[in-house]
């Protein structure tokens, strides 16, 4: 028996939800497969999202109509603003949710959502269709076969198999399939996709053991407290809704101490603890049974999220790494070991931690485990994440080389997105490095040679002053209304938002403040100290380490809400580098708009040399400005790229 559906999304983990979230929301029937419905955007790792960088991408997914920024802030255990005394670009939010209620929250919102069936199967067979006039939006384009034999047909597949493509799961000596400690792996499927000539990498990645609050010693940890000033990874418009409250309810498990129970919303702490000699002894003297070094293991992990034996081995000379003992969710006594990956035999996990004063008499709850899994060689998909051998066929999160909820997530969403688009006959969406985080993670796997599994970090954008977390809704949501992700109110609420901050901008630009005795004393009592020479309000708040409710106090300036505050204060502080960055935004914006068609004969150019040929055959990037960032492309090529598609089309010159 067979179903059609517009979209077909495989693979419920945060790729796939927001997948199948924008798919639907763009008015395609889309169906969600998954192993196991209520396992929906399992946090199997550390059940925390953000982060500097990933909660850039976080809050740009919110701005576009997503749900992983709406689902934490109703799940957050903790949150805290990162980096508070650094930059702006670097500033970025970090929430700890309940690991169970995450799940719980996601699969109630999913099923809300018009036009998105969820169905639990495992998926064993993807069979491309030839439509009889391949220009029929109605014309299926594959068969999904699941492991009962049932059968649902696509015009578009999103494929978001996370861990479970063939995955393998290595303690010690021991090793099992496994997608995720006791969950099956997709071993039908990743045989299927390598039919299909998908070219299969291995790669890995790992978790730490998880143990008993009851065991710890908390009074010798250092206790690690959530933001005591509200904060969301959501965008809530005071005109239009209010930030949701958190899901769930009641004290939390009491063994916890100095749990925040008042303020804003009831939080609980992170405890801090330190490894000491007689640890790292202990792993040096194992390392002849880790899997990581005795060729047990055959994919490439993290570089940016080692296994702790990977650390002491390559930080030999460090006496003490830094873990934190973070809870699991609101009532469990369940504590995650963040910093402690490993693979390690079980027994030497167990020995290992109780050489820490806080875990003498720790009990393991769950053992930590690599898992290795397949993933898709790199230069497989395009800008739109569609793929190269099979129109119609999307793939998102880690079959893409990517770790990470947030990178699988913005993923989802984009793949979610041109699938639609794709049904709808409507041009892909594809972000630029200057207009999102996204853009750039998406660009560095449509541009790079992925070797290890990829990781966001502030420092892989060179726009970054631009793509703050405290704009992404001025940056994004406008497409996303255009493109019917968000509702007009949500639009007009963005647009007053922009509206507040551009007019409080030029009130303080046009305000005049004179040196007088008066002023300077109004200011010195603000705590701003006095001036020498007539300036703007815009140009005292310029100064380092002013801030908006000082100058408005002193001179008596209109009152705003903390977030236009902080827009403004960025304007004033940062104006002089983001006009830079612009400027060189509009240089590059030349290239990166010159397209670059999919059938362009690269082997018809002349002058061009021949390890730049095999790359952009295989890449085959959509822009010019893509092309000259792939590894093994000079300017002289890219030169000579740029004279023969003038050449092939005169009018459209840069």
């Not at 030169?639 to 010159?653: H, K, M, T, V």
Request: net charge neutral; charged share 25%.
């Amino acid at each position: 028996m067979q179903h059609l559906y517009d979209v077909i999304v495989i693979g419920a983990g945060h790729a796939g939800c927001e997948a199948a979230n924008a798919a639907a929301r763009l008015g395609c029937r889309t169906l969600l497969l998954t192993i196991d419905l209520d396992k929906l955007a399992h946090m199997s790792c550390n059940p925390s999202i953000g982060g500097p960088a990933k909660g850039h991408l976080v809050r740009e997914l919110d701005a576009m109509g997503g749900l992983i920024a709406r689902v934490t802030d109703q799940t957050a255990i903790q949150i805290r603003l990162l980096n508070e005394s650094k930059g702006p670009a670097v500033q970025s939010l970090r929430a700890q949710c309940d690991k169970r209620l995450y799940a719980q929250v996601m699969k109630e919102t999913l099923e809300r959502m018009p036009g998105l069936d969820l169905r639990q199967a495992m998926v064993e067979q993807i069979i491309p269709l030839l439509p009889t006039d391949p220009t029929d939006p109605r014309a299926a384009r594959f068969t999904v076969v699941t492991h009962t034999g049932w059968q649902y047909q696509a015009r578009a597949l999103v494929l978001t198999t996370g861990t479970f493509l063939r995955g393998r799961a290595v303690t010690g000596q021991a090793a099992w399939g496994a997608g995720r400690a006791g969950e099956a792996p997709a071993m039908a499927l990743g045989n299927d996709l390598a039919s299909l000539g998908f070219p299969l990498v291995r790669l890995k990645t790992g978790t730490p053991p998880r143990i008993d609050a009851r065991t710890i010693d908390f009074s010798q940890t250092e206790i690690q407290h959530g933001s005591r000033v509200p904060s969301y990874f959501g965008y809530y418009y005071a005109d239009l809704e209010a930030p949701p409250a958190p899901a769930y309810h009641g004290e939390p498990a009491a063994i916890y101490p100095a749990a925040l129970r008042e303020g804003w919303r009831p939080q609980l702490p992170c405890y801090q603890v330190y490894t000491g000699a007689d640890f790292h002894r202990l792993i040096r003297a194992n390392l002849d049974r880790a899997p990581l070094f005795s060729g047990v293991i055959e994919g490439v992990g993290p570089r940016y999220c080692p296994s702790i034996e990977d650390k002491i081995v390559r930080f030999a000379d460090k006496e003490r790494h830094g873990f934190f003992l973070e809870p699991e969710g609101w009532k469990t006594h369940e504590v995650y070991v963040q910093g402690c990956n490993t693979s390690l035999p079980e027994d030497v996990q167990w020995a290992m931690l109780r050489t820490i004063p806080a875990l003498r008499k720790v009990e393991l709850m769950r053992i930590g485990y690599a898992i290795e899994y397949d993933a898709v060689r790199t230069g497989e998909v395009g800008a739109d994440l569609q793929t190269r051998r099979l129109a119609g066929l999307f793939l998102a999160g880690q079959i893409n080389g990517t770790t990470g909820y947030e990178e699988a997530a913005a993923q989802g969403m984009m793949a979610g997105i041109n699938a639609a688009r794709f049904v709808q006959q409507t041009p892909a969406i594809i972000l630029r490095r200057d207009q999102a985080y996204i853009g750039v993670l998406i660009d560095d796997l449509v541009t790079k040679e992925i070797h290890e599994p990829y990781r966001m970090f502030t420092s892989r954008a060179e726009h970054r002053l631009l793509l703050r977390h405290d704009n992404a809704d001025l940056r994004l949501s406008p497409l996303a209304h255009e493109l019917g992700l968000i509702d007009a109110a949500r639009a007009a609420a963005v647009e007053r938002r922009h509206a507040a901050a551009e007019a409080l901008y030029t009130t303080l630009s046009e305000r005049r403040i004179f040196p007088s005795a008066d002023t300077n004393a109004r200011l010195t009592a603000a705590g701003i100290g006095s001036l020498n020479n007539p300036a703007s309000a815009a140009d005292v708040l310029a100064r380092p380490h002013i801030r908006y409710p000082q100058l408005r106090a002193a001179l008596d300036l209109p009152e705003a809400s903390p977030e236009i505050e902080d827009l403004v204060e960025v304007t004033c502080k940062y104006g002089g580098y983001i006009e830079r960055q612009q400027r060189e935004v509009e240089r590059m914006r030349k290239m990166e708009n010159r397209r670059i068609p999919d059938t362009f004969d690269y082997r018809g150019i002349n002058g061009l040399r021949n390890e730049a040929r095999q790359v952009l055959l295989r890449f085959r990037p959509a822009t010019l400005g893509q092309a000259s960032r792939l590894a093994g492309i000079n300017p002289s090529d890219v030169a000579i790229l740029l004279f023969a598609l003038e050449r092939r089309n005169p009018e459209s010159r840069l």
